[in-house]
Nanobody
């Protein structure tokens, strides 16, 4: 069964750090990786992505300088290192993949999604 599984969420104080993982049951080598988040009462927001070709990365402005996306093909895992967390980062975080390989996705269509992991940042 092809699936993505996120882990690493939790409760952290403002200014703290968490590292989210997204592990695939298939090889990630041809996929661009994406992280999204959805806070209560808000629409899903794109957070970051990494291209399958060059490893180029992009971030939403609100997390630039604080979050870092990376991948480990040997482990079929992508990561989102989140530092200097703020209460407004509180959300369910989802990973997704796009077989087209581009970051950002030109189609906004994603092949697989994870189930989400909760991140709560207390003030």
């Amino acid at each position: 069964q092809l699936q993505l599984v996120e882990s690493g969420g939790g409760l952290v104080q403002s200014g703290g750090s968490l590292r989210l993982s997204c592990t695939a049951s298939f090889t990630l080598k041809n996929y661009a990786m994406f992280w999204f988040r959805q806070a209560p009462g808000k629409e899903r927001e794109w957070v970051s992505c990494i291209s399958s070709f060059s490893g180029a990365t992009k971030y939403v402005d609100s997390v630039k300088g604080r979050f870092t996306i990376s991948r480990d093909y040997a482990k079929n895992t992508a990561y989102l290192q989140m530092n200097s967390l703020k209460p407004e980062d509180t959300a369910v975080y989802y990973c997704a993949v796009d077989g087209g390989g581009w970051c950002p996705s030109p189609t906004n269509e994603y092949d697989f999604w994870g189930q989400g992991t909760q991140v709560t940042v207390s003030s």
